[in-house]
């Protein structure tokens, strides 16, 4: 005699597939899957469980419900609500406790982790490096989707920043932008602007122009990560867009140089994200060109 049996009518998962299965959020939105029942099962027989993909149970935290009369109805709702993240390559599903019950898998694989969104410039601390570099230092800070004030829920992801370089202007010959390699996601650091990062500025293009005169030049960055629990990679931290600009401007015959850092929705090396929190403006500079190099001295 076949065991009664439940099967999923659809994979369980949130609004997106991202990494190699299905992810889920710990401590977001329960998950729901609609289920057909075969065979006749009592109601209170109907106790389902997270199982590892070799068919133990786990012992990772999360709660699996039943919506609707398996007596009456033959179809069932089955919700599943994320507690802890899963371990490092743990796969799960949904599967009967019920000996009684078939234990055929009855939802796809799926794993629960949490993924960095949110970014924010908290803060910013502006100095003068050896006389000739102007430089804003700026905290980052951001979110887990899962807890959002715990960096602990991120301590197997890992994040890039992506900075794209825009065309020269001026005298400003912007470069090609710096990209970071990928770093620890659950602990979240600085992040150093200086004039020889981000582009220089041409001495021989810097002329006697007339009060007003200005140049910007702009470049673009936004942040990538990859998360060891769903083998994700590569995939844009959501709100992670920042515009950075070289500014120059002619101010009673002397060169004003400053630099600012805005939350704005960008591309940077094809990677689009919308706009982080947290704008800053660096302290003002004078350029020095009578020096055989340019150097830099606070403006006053």
Same mark, same amino acid.
């Given at each position: ?68 009369? *398996? ?8 919700? *599943? ?93 912007? @470069? ?35 009060? @007003? ?49 805005? @939350? ?11 706009? @982080? ?24």
């Amino acid at each position: 005699m076949m065991k009664p049996k439940i099967t999923a009518s659809e994979d369980i998962k949130e609004a997106t597939k991202l990494g190699t299965y299905e992810r889920l959020r710990p401590g977001g939105a329960s998950a729901k899957v609609a289920a057909k029942v075969e065979g006749t099962i009592k109601q209170e027989e109907l106790k389902l469980a997270l199982y590892d993909a070799k068919g133990n149970q786990s012992k990772t935290k999360g709660d699996v419900s039943v919506l609707g009369d *398996v007596k009456l109805s033959k179809e069932i709702e089955i919700t *599943v609500s994320p507690k802890q993240q899963t371990k490092l390559g743990e796969e799960l599903m949904v599967k009967s406790e019920n000996k009684e019950i078939d234990d055929s898998p009855i939802t796809n694989h799926f794993a629960i982790a949490s993924y960095p969104q949110n970014w924010d410039l908290p803060s910013a601390k502006n100095s003068l490096v050896d006389d000739d570099e102007a430089i804003m230092e700026v905290s980052d800070a951001y979110e887990s989707d899962g807890v959002p004030n715990d960096y602990s829920w991120l301590d197997e992801v890992m994040i890039s920043e992506q900075v794209q370089g825009g065309a020269p202007v001026g005298p400003l010959t912007v @470069g090609p932008g710096e990209n970071s390699d990928y770093l620890d996601g659950d602990s979240p650091g600085s992040d150093s602007h200086t004039r020889i990062s981000y582009g220089s500025i041409d001495k021989n293009k810097l002329k006697p122009d007339k009060d @007003g005169t200005r140049y910007d030049g702009h470049i673009t960055q936004t942040c990538i990560f990859k998360c060891g629990r769903t083998d994700v990679k590569d995939k844009v931290v959501p709100n992670s867009g920042y515009e950075l600009t070289d500014s120059l401007e002619r101010v009673k015959g002397r060169w004003k140089f400053w630099f600012t850092k805005i @939350g704005k929705s960008v591309t940077a090396n094809g990677y689009h994200s919308g706009a @982080g929190k947290g704008n800053h403006t660096s302290d003002a500079y004078e350029v020095v060109t009578t020096t055989p190099d340019l150097t830099f001295k606070k403006w006053v």
